[in-house]
Nanobody
Framework: QVQFVESGGGLVQAGGSLRLSCAASGRTFSGYAMGWFRQAPGKEREFVASISWNALSTYYADSVKGRFTISRDNAKNTVYLQMNSLIPEDTAIYYC?????????????????????WGQGTQVTVSS
């Protein structure tokens, strides 16, 4: 089984940056697509970004496109989410997740059901 540990969250002012990391323990996830989701208080979990197993394909939610960058280092068994130009609407708990396949279509990559392992989450708070 695979366990994920997210880190890098915290409190930041609007316009600032954070870099989230998702490190895996146990089995490697190098052969699978990975995604980042977030959940704000009182709201449903929403898709943020995803990356294919070989990093040749990436997808981003419209709300973060141009500000966030997803990347991965399979040798380190780690996935990253670089978040720039943060706004208060980005405030949420951020979760990394392993997909069930090496690649996911644009349509299905936003579906939480396409991911079978999830991290514990890391809090990101953006103040105005």
């Amino acid at each position: 089984q695979v366990q994920f540990v997210e880190s890098g969250g915290g409190l930041v002012q609007a316009g600032g940056s954070l870099r989230l990391s998702c490190a895996a323990s146990g089995r490697t996830f190098s052969g699978y697509a990975m995604g980042w989701f977030r959940q704000a208080p009182g709201k449903e979990r929403e898709f943020v970004a995803s990356i294919s197993w070989n990093a040749l394909s990436t997808y981003y939610a419209d709300s973060v496109k141009g500000r966030f960058t997803i990347s991965r280092d399979n040798a380190k068994n780690t996935v990253y989410l670089q978040m720039n130009s943060l706004i208060p609407e980005d405030t949420a708990i951020y979760y990394c997740a392993k997909a069930t396949r090496a690649e996911i279509s644009y349509r299905s990559t936003t579906w939480p059901s396409q991911y079978d392992y999830w991290g514990q989450g890391t809090q990101v708070t953006v103040s105005s």
